[in-house]
């Protein structure tokens, strides 16, 4: 599997074609919406909250098949969680994001996300793979 | 742009001895031989300018302008004969070549002096450029961010109207609005000599004529004509250009403003500070005369002068036939994107548009950013994104699109390079999906 390749998981694949979560709804408690100025993508994350806690996230956005599985994959995984433990996951995430392959992806904390770890290899993905959990962490610091 | 109809192109063995000057252009990336088609964005550099850079360096690296000793002297004679070069390129005198950070900064250099005329400042010379409430700025929808900003903000500075030329369903400017929108409220029009997206070439001389009828000046971002065609100023008759030295073959952190002596001389400075006053006092200053009235500060020298050898460079193969070398690569681009099945060029495409050597892509149901991958394994190097001009992308119904950008040392095979590779990525796409 050559570099390319390996960035376009059918994990990926699979929530691009069939986004979780996507589609904005009424009574969201906390709103982000974030954009990649270098190449216009977006993502508006809505969280509905019940004291510390994410009881459903709705997602909508437009951009590349990174930063729009990256948003479904997120938005699957947030509902139940504290913003302790949502915030826990960002950190991780961004940390193996940020390491250019070196800290891998874990599995076990961040389950489908670990198929973004393609990402991590190059610079410019990044921020696309980024895009949805920073509109996380924006949205449950409005809290 | 006289000569570039009739100039040669250049031949197979011209341009494998230019490719032989571009030592970047052996690289390998992703285990593919480069095909590098970013040049619009930046352009490589050829042997000659790295070394004049660093023979600046090593030889004769000195401050400018200042100091009795035999260094600072030569530095300094380098360092305007580079303006001179540069000037006699570009069709404009030495005293109207402005050093710049890039095009940017040379725009903002515009915008901000007229401000501060706005401002009072510059006394009555600079009167004549106030602008107020009722008073319009016009620019266009095809502009480079850089050529769009610094007019939206000097318009809510000065109270000015921001109006723009809007462009058609396939991205051509409407000029047929344009008796519309300049009127005697217009006082500067701003326009792209050439699109950055679309490739297309604007008339600068008629419509610097229409503005100038009705008393606008006219500032033109020539970042993507000045590299590309044969660019005479003064017959073009615009009051202001921008262009930077990195899309030129020369360094990055150099570009220069053009302004016509009447303007330069009138107008206030926008950087104030040292190495640009005659007299300074606790109550205020007494500016020098342009250019240096508009060069505060330390000055990019390596830069300036490495950007003089790229003139060189380019004088030496000659830009008319450089022109004509990318006008034959547009072409085939244009050609060959359009037979490829799912491929939006944005743009106009017809036979008679003037264009240069580039050309953006929409694929419906592909972002720019994942085709940009695909290629990047192939070693071929394209933009993705906006480029800098997101108006004109919304207005085409996208946010980011796919341009490869040709120059002198781009061969036929790279052009189809990418034009085989592009169907390949489209289909690896459409497979996933």
């Given at each position: 599997m050559n570099e390319v390749e390996s960035l376009y998981q059918d994990i990926i694949v699979d929530h691009v074609k069939h986004p979780r979560r996507?589609?904005?709804?009424?009574?969201?408690?906390?709103?982000?919406?974030?954009?990649?100025?270098?190449?216009?993508?977006?993502?508006?994350?809505?969280?509905?909250?019940?004291?510390?806690?994410?009881?459903?996230?709705?997602?909508?956005?437009?951009?590349?098949?990174?930063?729009?599985?990256?948003?479904?994959?997120?938005?699957e995984q947030l509902p139940g969680l504290t913003a302790a433990e949502a915030g826990e996951r960002i950190e991780s995430f961004r940390a193996s994001m940020r390491s250019r392959g070196e800290i891998p992806v874990d599995e076990d904390l961040l389950g489908d996300a670990v198929a973004l770890e393609g990402a991590a290899k190059f610079v410019a993905r990044v921020k696309c793979a980024m895009l949805a959990w920073v509109a996380a962490e924006d949205a449950l610091a409005k809290r | 742009m006289s000569g570039t109809a009739t100039a040669e192109m250049l031949s197979a063995?011209?341009?494998?001895?230019?490719?032989?000057?571009?030592?970047?252009?052996?690289?390998?990336?992703?285990?593919?031989?480069?095909?590098?088609?970013?040049?619009?964005?930046?352009?490589?550099?050829p042997r000659q300018v790295i070394d004049a850079e660093v023979d600046y360096v090593e030889h004769r690296n000195s401050a400018v302008h200042r100091g009795a000793h035999t260094l600072a002297a030569e530095a300094t004679e380098e360092f305007e004969g580079a303006r001179a070069k540069v000037a006699a390129f570009v069709g404009?005198?030495?005293?109207?070549?402005?050093?710049?950070?890039?095009?940017?900064?040379?725009?903002?250099?515009?915008?901000?002096?007229?401000?501060?005329?706005?401002?009072?400042?510059?006394?009555?010379a600079a009167a004549r450029y106030r602008l107020g409430p009722g008073d319009e700025i016009l620019a266009t929808e095809i502009e480079h961010h850089a050529n769009l900003i610094p007019w939206q903000e000097l318009a809510a500075r000065t109270g000015a109207t921001f109006r723009y030329v809007p462009v058609d369903d396939e991205g051509a400017l409407r000029l047929d609005l344009l008796d519309g929108l300049l009127s005697a409220r217009t006082r500067l029009f701003a326009f792209t000599h050439v699109s950055n997206v679309t490739g297309q070439v604007l008339p600068v001389a008629e419509l610097t004529a229409r503005a100038h009828a009705v008393g606008a000046l006219v500032a033109l971002d020539a970042c993507q004509s000045a590299p590309h065609l044969p660019l005479d100023l003064h017959a073009l008759g615009v009051d202001f250009a921008a262009f930077s030295g990195h899309k030129m073959l020369g360094p990055t952190g150099v570009g220069a403003l053009y302004g016509r002596r009447e303007h330069l001389t009138a107008l206030p400075p926008f950087l104030t500070g040292g190495s640009m006053i005659t007299t300074v006092t606790m109550e205020g200053a007494e500016?020098?005369?342009?250019?240096?009235?508009?060069?505060?500060?330390?000055?990019?020298?390596?830069?300036?002068?490495?950007?003089?050898?790229?003139?060189?460079?380019?004088?030496?193969?000659?830009?008319d036939r450089i022109a004509a070398h990318e006008a034959a690569l547009g072409r085939r681009l244009v050609e060959g994107l359009r037979a490829i099945d799912g491929v939006r060029i944005l743009g106009p495409v017809g036979d008679g548009v003037e264009r240069t050597g580039l050309a953006a892509i929409d694929v419906p149901g592909i972002h720019a950013h994942d085709l940009g991958q695909f290629l990047d394994s192939r070693g071929i190097a394209v933009r993705v994104g906006h480029h800098c001009a997101q108006p004109l992308h919304r207005r085409l119904g996208t946010t980011a699109s796919t341009r490869a950008s040709a120059y002198l040392a781009t061969t036929p095979d790279e052009v189809d390079a990418y034009l085989a590779a592009l169907p390949e990525a489209i289909e690896f796409f459409r497979r996933l999906a």
């Amino acid at each position: 599997m050559n570099e390319v390749e390996s960035l376009y998981q059918d994990i990926i694949v699979d929530h691009v074609k069939h986004p979780r979560r996507q589609g904005l709804r009424d009574g969201a408690t906390v709103e982000s919406h974030q954009l990649n100025p270098t190449c216009g993508d977006e993502i508006t994350l809505q969280l509905v909250l019940d004291g510390d806690r994410i009881v459903d996230a709705a997602w909508t956005g437009r951009g590349c098949m990174v930063s729009q599985s990256s948003a479904s994959i997120l938005a699957e995984q947030l509902p139940g969680l504290t913003a302790a433990e949502a915030g826990e996951r960002i950190e991780s995430f961004r940390a193996s994001m940020r390491s250019r392959g070196e800290i891998p992806v874990d599995e076990d904390l961040l389950g489908d996300a670990v198929a973004l770890e393609g990402a991590a290899k190059f610079v410019a993905r990044v921020k696309c793979a980024m895009l949805a959990w920073v509109a996380a962490e924006d949205a449950l610091a409005k809290r | 742009m006289s000569g570039t109809a009739t100039a040669e192109m250049l031949s197979a063995a011209e341009l494998a001895t230019i490719r032989a000057d571009f030592p970047i252009l052996a690289e390998r990336v992703n285990g593919h031989e480069l095909v590098y088609l970013d040049w619009g964005a930046t352009a490589q550099r050829p042997r000659q300018v790295i070394d004049a850079e660093v023979d600046y360096v090593e030889h004769r690296n000195s401050a400018v302008h200042r100091g009795a000793h035999t260094l600072a002297a030569e530095a300094t004679e380098e360092f305007e004969g580079a303006r001179a070069k540069v000037a006699a390129f570009v069709g404009a005198d030495e005293d109207e070549i402005v050093w710049t950070s890039n095009a940017t900064e040379a725009l903002n250099a515009v915008a901000y002096a007229i401000g501060n005329a706005s401002a009072g400042r510059g006394g009555a010379a600079a009167a004549r450029y106030r602008l107020g409430p009722g008073d319009e700025i016009l620019a266009t929808e095809i502009e480079h961010h850089a050529n769009l900003i610094p007019w939206q903000e000097l318009a809510a500075r000065t109270g000015a109207t921001f109006r723009y030329v809007p462009v058609d369903d396939e991205g051509a400017l409407r000029l047929d609005l344009l008796d519309g929108l300049l009127s005697a409220r217009t006082r500067l029009f701003a326009f792209t000599h050439v699109s950055n997206v679309t490739g297309q070439v604007l008339p600068v001389a008629e419509l610097t004529a229409r503005a100038h009828a009705v008393g606008a000046l006219v500032a033109l971002d020539a970042c993507q004509s000045a590299p590309h065609l044969p660019l005479d100023l003064h017959a073009l008759g615009v009051d202001f250009a921008a262009f930077s030295g990195h899309k030129m073959l020369g360094p990055t952190g150099v570009g220069a403003l053009y302004g016509r002596r009447e303007h330069l001389t009138a107008l206030p400075p926008f950087l104030t500070g040292g190495s640009m006053i005659t007299t300074v006092t606790m109550e205020g200053a007494e500016f020098l005369p342009p250019p240096q009235r508009f060069e505060a500060g330390t000055q990019r020298v390596s830069q300036a002068i490495a950007l003089g050898a790229a003139v060189d460079y380019l004088d030496a193969v000659g830009v008319d036939r450089i022109a004509a070398h990318e006008a034959a690569l547009g072409r085939r681009l244009v050609e060959g994107l359009r037979a490829i099945d799912g491929v939006r060029i944005l743009g106009p495409v017809g036979d008679g548009v003037e264009r240069t050597g580039l050309a953006a892509i929409d694929v419906p149901g592909i972002h720019a950013h994942d085709l940009g991958q695909f290629l990047d394994s192939r070693g071929i190097a394209v933009r993705v994104g906006h480029h800098c001009a997101q108006p004109l992308h919304r207005r085409l119904g996208t946010t980011a699109s796919t341009r490869a950008s040709a120059y002198l040392a781009t061969t036929p095979d790279e052009v189809d390079a990418y034009l085989a590779a592009l169907p390949e990525a489209i289909e690896f796409f459409r497979r996933l999906a």
